[in-house]
């Protein structure tokens, strides 16, 4: 059956560090991936998008990495802040669907 | 301000009861999404519409119903056959070209 798996539900980082969030895929073969920020008790925010034929995107100090043969993406915040607690959602696109499938987050806290 | 709009932010419902859901956008979309998000999970898909007058189903319709009839909004009303409505429902939208999603707020639903 297809899956989405966030590597872990919570994250514990220093500020300053770099943080790195996983997201695995199985029996998908996604035209794209994407990376939302959800706050709590928010809408999720979209903060990336990475095409299948792309191995990495930057954005500020965001980066994500494609890589289809593991089928995985990582998403790295640089210089994390405090700021930068929040949950982390991937979601991927198949083919010529038009629905994205969300993974179910990783919550980020970056302690002071 | 372009954007997308839900409310009432918090409903209550007594058991039996239908409820519907609002759901605005001015950002000129074509496409509009409803999701359903309980504690510690991702989203799932309820329902979606690419176009006016029409809409398909998502992964877990059974209990809801949508309508479509102008551009700008796309109301769920949560029917009595949905077994276990508590949750937080989000909705969303997209243009066709650039899939990236626009979510609302979001309405926290709560069956008394």
């Known amino acids: 059956s297809q899956k989405i798996e966030q590597n872990s539900e919570a994250l514990n980082i220093q500020e300053g560090k770099t943080a790195t969030l996983t997201c695995n895929y199985t029996n998908y073969s996604p035209a794209y991936l994407q990376w939302y920020r959800q706050d709590p008790g928010r809408g999720p925010v979209f903060l990336l998008l990475?095409?299948?034929?792309?191995k990495e995107k930057r954005k500020e100090r965001l980066k994500v990495t494609f890589d289809t043969t593991l089928k995985q993406s990582l998403f790295h915040i640089t210089a994390s802040q405090p700021a930068d607690s929040a949950t982390y959602l991937c979601a991927l696109r198949a083919g010529s669907a038009r629905q994205l499938t969300f993974g179910s987050g990783t919550q980020l806290t970056v302690l002071p | 301000d372009g954007g997308i709009t839900q409310s009432p932010k918090y409903l209550f419902r007594k058991e039996g009861q239908n409820v519907t859901l609002s759901c605005e956008q001015n950002l000129n979309h074509d496409a509009m999404y409803w999701y359903r998000q309980d504690p510690g999970q991702g989203l799932r898909l309820i329902y979606y519409s690419q176009i006016v007058n029409d809409f398909q189903k998502g992964d877990i319709a059974e209990g809801y119903s949508v309508s479509r009839e102008k551009k700008e909004s796309f109301p769920l009303t949560v029917t009595s056959a949905q077994k276990n409505p508590t949750a937080f429902y989000l909705c969303a939208s997209s243009s066709t070209r650039h899939n990236e999603q626009f979510f609302g707020p979001g309405t926290r639903l709560t069956v008394l």
């Open positions: 990475i095409r299948e034929n792309e």
